[in-house]
């Protein structure tokens, strides 16, 4: 029962049309960049987009979500262009799908189900994978009654598949498969709880680096800008949620020092909640880390409106208090500088220009990042028997040595380190704080 969202659809090449509403409060972003970023999924999906439907209305229509005049046109157009799909700008009560399937003829889905669709093919990694499928059931959900109505067409439906004696007597079709949903959702959080132990077992030994972790909306070149700084090679693809796992490598920074970033999945506006919930062990690499570089798309139109869409996902992770780079990624696209420098006053001290195509910027990058480094740290002198080198240079690598005396067979090291890094290196019984 892992194919509710059969993907092979989309591969297809289904004939849409976007249909978007404007409501009275939707003036930040305009309807039009709207349907432009629905249709950047679509295309990401692999479906073909044939027209838009725009409507103007105060509120959405309860039954149809547009009013039965455009209901009329879309009715129209779809004939007309044989379209086989209409993708929704907004999400859709699960009624209102069934009501509009009913009308229309052909299927209809959401902005949500189509970003969760484009996340089932784009998840390579066992735990990118279960994320997403959990993250499908916790959509199925409310709207199993649509299901069911499909389902109970095969004889049984999903609750064929239980064992005997899951249908009590009394208990509808539709109870049965709601338990079976529940059940594998259980199953499910399970599995990734197993997964995050592991994971934690794996970055137990990277807790003494200090960590970055990029965020950003979707394409705007965190994996780019990951490859250029640490040689790795992680997917990159003019397409939205290339990246859905995370990637962590170890990055030299001015200094001969060293800190670990990692480059994870991409944020989009109307981000479905339930999918932000499922990716918590991915999203996991965010919170943890100690710094966030957020990468700005500045050849974008909207850059601004993309910037509040990751500071308010950056805000449900509560994580909004961490010091943070604002990297104004693309550049080499940037002619008018009047909108950048507007930014660069309004979010945050440090900021940096780059460009991840043309490379310019990366030794800035590192400088901000060091000196972001510098302002956590503190001065400690520790003594440390000098048969201990790994001990010491992990000082080195870690922090900023002021001062190296010699006391018998004892090092003296003056040394500006992060509280993490202190902590760490005094966890060793052979090290002495002096001061
Ligand atoms: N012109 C220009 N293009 C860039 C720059 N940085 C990245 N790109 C392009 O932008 C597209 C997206 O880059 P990615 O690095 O995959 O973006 P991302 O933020 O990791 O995207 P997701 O993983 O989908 O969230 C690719 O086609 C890159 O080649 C840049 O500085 N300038
Ligand atoms: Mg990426």
Not at 299 to 307: G, K, M, T, V
Not at 311 to 324: A, G, Q, S
Request: glycine content about 6%.
């Amino acid at each position: 029962m892992t194919n509710f969202y059969d993907t092979s659809d989309m591969q297809k090449k289904e004939r849409s049309i976007l249909v978007g509403v404007a409501l009275e409060t939707s003036t930040r972003w305009d309807i039009d960049d709207s349907l432009d970023e629905l249709a950047a999924l679509a295309d990401t999906a692999g479906a073909e987009v044939l027209g838009r439907v725009v409507q103007r209305r105060d509120r959405p229509d309860k039954t149809y979500y547009i009013g039965k005049g455009k209901l009329e046109d879309l009715k129209t157009a779809i004939e007309g262009l044989d379209a086989t799909t209409v993708i929704f700008d907004d999400e859709l009560s699960p009624a209102q799908v069934r009501n509009l399937e009913k009308f229309l003829g052909c299927k209809v889905i959401d902005r949500s189900e189509l970003i969760l669709d484009i996340f089932a093919t784009h998840a390579r990694t066992p735990q990118a994978k279960l994320q997403v499928e959990l993250a499908q059931y916790e959509y199925l959900v409310p709207r199993l009654k649509r299901m069911w109505v499909h389902l109970s067409r095969q004889e049984g439906g999903v609750g064929a598949q239980g064992a005997i004696g899951t249908r009590g007597p009394g208990e509808t079709q539709l109870e049965v498969d709601r338990r079976l949903v529940q059940k594998k959702i259980t199953q499910l959080k399970r599995k990734l709880k197993e997964i995050e132990k592991q994971h934690d077992v794996q970055t137990k030994h990277r807790k003494k680096f200090f960590k970055g972790a990029f965020v950003g909306y979707t394409n705007a070149g965190k994996s780019t800008l990951m490859n250029r700084l640490s040689h790795a090679s992680v997917y990159v693809q003019d397409q939205l949620f290339a990246t859905l796992d995370a990637t962590t490598r170890v990055v030299k920074i001015a200094d001969q020092q060293e800190v670990l970033l990692t480059d994870t999945v991409g944020f989009i506006r109307k981000l479905p909640h339930h999918l932000v919930a499922s990716f918590h062990t991915t999203l996991q690499e965010i919170i943890e880390a100690d710094f966030l570089l957020h990468v700005v798309d500045m050849s974008h139109p909207h850059a601004d409106e993309q910037i509040h869409a990751v500071n308010r996902v950056l805000n449900d992770l509560n994580v909004r208090e961490k010091p943070t780079i604002m990297v104004y990624n693309k550049m080499d696209r940037v002619e008018d500088r009047r909108f950048l420098e507007r930014l660069e006053n309004t979010h945050g001290n440090y900021f940096v220009e780059t460009s991840g195509r043309t490379g310019t910027g990366m030794d800035d990058l590192m400088r901000v990042i060091g000196e972001l480094l510098a302002q956590t740290r503190q001065t400690a002198r520790l003594k440390i028997p000098q048969t201990h080198q790994d001990i010491i240079s992990q000082i080195y690598t870690n922090g900023r040595v002021l001062k190296r005396e010699y006391e018998q067979n004892q090092v003296i090291l003056e040394a500006e380190l992060s509280p993490k890094i202190l902590n760490y290196i005094l966890h060793y019984d052979v090290v002495k704080l002096l001061s």
